[in-house]
């Protein structure tokens, strides 16, 4: 996060970072423990972030402190100025010393309260990938069983329906007429007299032997 200066100040103005403190603290016991797993690794991210800027500008402060104490020594040791153009500077360091030690108190308990919001987060993300976790496993559950019963449903029927076109197809064999052989014995009537053709052929041996 971009902090500026406070003007004719050594100060970091933390304002800015305050404002969203308060708006993510009042924001994050909103939350609900269904947020997409996507948004919540995203805010950890940015929580993370935020932290490490944090930690960053207090490195700053402290090396701005550590300054100031020099330029203090230095000044007092200093044997090149005159009495008369010497300047008591202990009650301004000591007040900027003072505000510095504030800013780094304040810093802190912003560190402190993201860190809060991180744990929360986290604790979140946790919850949903559990839930998740178990959801998964319960629809998977009732896949393979509604699979089974398809599959034990579809093996029936199949078998039902090949018992019932055995049962129709037994019928018609047993039904069919037998064939005719060619040597089969056909009658005529001619007057009152019955004809058949194997009497006919076999005198037609006779007559042809004679």
Do not use: C, W
């Not at 010393?97 to 309260?113: A, N, Y």
């Not at 860190?115 to 998740?132: I, R």
């Amino acid at each position: 996060m971009k902090r500026v200066r406070k003007a004719k100040s050594r100060i970091f103005d933390i304002t800015e970072t305050q404002e969203e403190i308060q708006a993510i603290s009042e924001r994050l016991p909103l939350k609900n423990v269904t947020v997409i797993p996507d948004t919540l690794v995203n805010e950890v991210t940015a929580l993370r972030t935020e932290v490490k800027q944090i930690n960053q500008t207090q490195a700053k402060l402290a090396e701005a402190v550590s300054n100031l104490a020099i330029q203090v020594t230095e000044r007092q040791n200093s044997s090149d100025v005159q009495v008369s153009q010497q300047v008591d500077l202990s009650e301004p360091m000591e007040a900027l010393l003072s505000q510095l030690v504030e800013e780094l108190r304040h810093i802190q308990e912003d560190v402190h309260t993201l860190s809060s919001a991180q744990t929360q987060t986290e604790l979140a993300l946790s919850d949903v990938q559990l839930n998740t976790t178990g959801e998964v496993h319960a629809l998977r559950s009732e896949l393979s069983t509604v699979l089974e019963n398809f599959f034990q449903k579809a093996l029936k029927e199949g078998t039902e329906l090949r018992s019932r076109t055995e049962q129709e197809h037994k019928p018609l064999e047993a039904e069919s007429p037998p064939l005719v052989s060619p040597r089969s014995k056909s009658t005529e009537k001619y007057g009152d007299e019955v004809f058949s053709d194997d009497v006919l052929i076999e005198d037609e041996d006779l007559i042809q032997t004679d």
